[in-house]
């Protein structure tokens, strides 16, 4: 989980296999470190996992990543160029798979679109909210 870590959710809307989420990146976080030094960016492993978390508050599921079938990343996204996002969810089960599709924006312009499958792993899961 890299929520209150890597990011924090400051505000939050689901409905219907829909969810709209004010997202901070924390700057302080070690990865930025490492990625790139002088030059941090958002590693887009960790800007995934984000994504599913915020999809895991969707369906109210522990989500485990079966497909990624799209990860399209159109701007950088770095805490220190703009920490400040919004990441939309749209997600829809059918016989026990989740199709997901995804952005996530950055000061209004389309910074990350995701597509993809997941399946439901609730053991030990724990909602944050």
């Known amino acids: 989980m890299l929520e209150g870590k890597y ?4 505000e939050s809307r689901t409905a219907d296999g829909h969810g709209e989420f004010g997202v901070r990146l924390e700057k302080g976080h070690p990865v930025y470190e490492g990625h790139f030094p002088g030059n941090p ?3 887009g492993v960790c800007n995934l996992q984000m994504v599913k978390e915020c999809a895991e508050k969707v369906t109210g ?3 485990t990543f079966r ?3 799209q990860y399209r990343l159109m701007e950088v996204v770095s805490p220190w160029k703009e920490p400040a996002l919004h990441v939309t969810v749209d997600i ?3 016989d026990g ?3 997901l599709t995804a952005k996530v924006t950055a000061a209004d312009v389309e910074a990350i679109s995701v597509k993809g499958e ?3 792993d609730d053991t ?3 909602e944050n909210n």
């Open 124 to 126: 030990g899961f724990q």
């Open 97 to 99: 798979t989740y199709k």
């Open 41 to 43: 960016v958002s590693p």
């Open 61 to 63: 599921h522990r989500l």
């Open 118 to 120: 997941l399946t439901a």
């Open 67 to 69: 497909r990624v079938a």
């Open 92 to 94: 829809a089960e059918a």
């Open 7 to 10: 990011f924090t959710v400051t």
